[in-house]
Nanobody, 117 residues
Framework: QVQLVESGGGLVQAGESLRLSCVVS????????MGWYRQAPGKEREFVAS???????NYADDVKGRFAISKDKYMKTVYLQMNALKSEDTAVYYC???????????WGQGTQVTVSS
């Protein structure tokens, strides 16, 4: 059983920063993509950022230049550095790991990020 444990969420004011972390309990080589998604109240879950084994990253347009995803070399931990936060970034943030070949994927339980304006 794979477990993903997120941490780092909280309440901040607009313009401040937060760093989310997600630790994966299982062997790294099962997955080749690590990422973050978010879900705001009344909205569908949406993609935020992803990073693959070689470090190549991808971002949603509305977080480019503000958020940065990174990982450790063992693909056991993935981070999301969030800067210049806006009220519209308020959401539950979910960690995701997946194997892009098999489609196998796992989700964390989510961590709440609230940005007050």
């Amino acid at each position: 059983q794979v477990q993903l444990v997120e941490s780092g969420g909280g309440l901040v004011q607009a313009g401040e920063s937060l760093r989310l972390s997600c630790v994966v309990s299982r062997s790294i080589y099962t997955f080749n993509v690590m990422g973050w998604y978010r879900q705001a109240p009344g909205k569908e879950r949406e993609f935020v950022a992803s990073i693959i084994t070689n470090g190549l990253s991808n971002y949603a347009d509305d977080v480019k230049g503000r958020f940065a995803i990174s990982k450790d070399k063992y693909m056991k931990t993935v981070y999301l550095q969030m800067n210049a936060l806006k009220s519209e970034d308020t959401a539950v943030y979910y960690c995701n790991v997946r194997n892009s070949y098999s489609g196998q994927a796992y989700w964390g339980q989510g961590t709440q990020v609230t940005v007050s304006s």
